[in-house]
């Protein structure tokens, strides 16, 4: 299975915040570039508002994954969950910390970047207050005044891009300092620093009687959902193997790809948010990198055929040697294509190109599934 880049331009503003200023003020997220700034949506925010969509679009398969409190510190409780009974895990990563000096890390292997507007922030501002609920408490004889406040607002088009590695996705590595098995149950010790220790108890785990070191991980229903695979290391520690059921990593690969091409639910300072792609491209690609997010380029109003914004630029993306497999371009009727790149793009690469989004992704997860120490399809 390829790795996947998708690029997408949205049509959005009232971005997610940043900190007040001058306690009554709510600006939006800005960088400076040359003498231009521009407003953006920071990762973080695109990453809640995808899982968001994906627990609202596939609420059986994408719960949300339990957390826990150390000090100040909430992070998730891989304790209690882990790749294989939970996809925010498997696809956002995760950092758990036993002791001091010791974690378990996991890479997400959905990496996203800031949507970046492609038009600079002309310092628009709006006023706002609270006057419906002040009517209310002035007819029920209350002595309340409004509570006014100003916000910064743009209205821009924003380029993201998205990449899954799927090598990473579905698998996923600790090394911890004791292994047992008994009456269904795994056992797993994690050492911190200062000796102290917890443990991960997985059940229902079945032993493979074909295979030493590896067991089956069942859901309630009795269901396999993947194996893990210890192996002891010459330190006298364990290396542990977790292995998602190739089966069910598609199942959350194409979950995702289906959401970040249909749109995001997303809402800030309470107003709902329009990250629905008007521009979308999406390949397969040797190397898990947003290989079109540099080149793509918006024009301006100057530049516009008639109603319709021209991207450009993508042709200089499908040059680059990383882009493998197939590749496909969603254009609305606002946003297209430019007609003489996608001309010379179907002479060149036509047979890369696939005109519809289900034939793009039944190549790209015919080259099957990939894990360390196999050999692609």
Known sequence: MKNITITVIY??????????LGGNILSIKKLTRGKETLSFIGKPALRHYLFSALQRAYPSDWCPAPVTGQGEVVQFDILQADILTYAELDAFGYMYTIGEQASITRRAPVGITKALSFSPYQGDMAFYAN??????????????TPNPYN?????????????IDTQILGQDVWIVSGV??????????????????????????????????????????????????VQKLSSGKWEVTFLLEPDIKQKRIEQLLETIKNGLYAQSSNELNTLIPIFLVASGVKVPSPVFHSYLVLGSDEDREGSDFQV????????????????????????????????????????????????????????????EGEAES
């Open 11 to 20: 049509e959005a503003q009232a971005l997610n915040r940043d900190e007040k």
């Open 131 to 144: 006057h419906d609920l002040v009517n209310r408490g002035i007819k029920n004889g209350l002595s309340v």
């Open 151 to 163: 916000k910064e607002e743009h209205c821009s088009f924003y380029k993201a891009s998205f990449t």
């Open 180 to 229: 047992s098995f008994q009456n269904g149950t795994l056992t797993l010790t994690l050492s911190g620093g200062n000796k102290k220790s917890i443990t991960k108890e997985i059940t229902p785990v079945k032993e493979r009687e074909d295979t030493e070191g590896c067991y089956e991980c069942l859901n309630g229903e009795g269901e396999k959902v993947g194996e893990i695979r």
């Open 312 to 371: 450009s630029g993508l042709l200089d993306g499908l040059s680059n040697s990383w882009v493998e497999g197939p590749v496909f371009v969603f254009e609305s009727k606002r946003v297209r294509w430019d007609r003489r790149e996608k001309e010379e793009a179907s002479k060149k690469w036509n047979a890369r190109l696939k005109a519809e989004w289900n034939d793009f992704k039944k190549e790209l997860f015919s080259f099957g599934d990939t894990r």
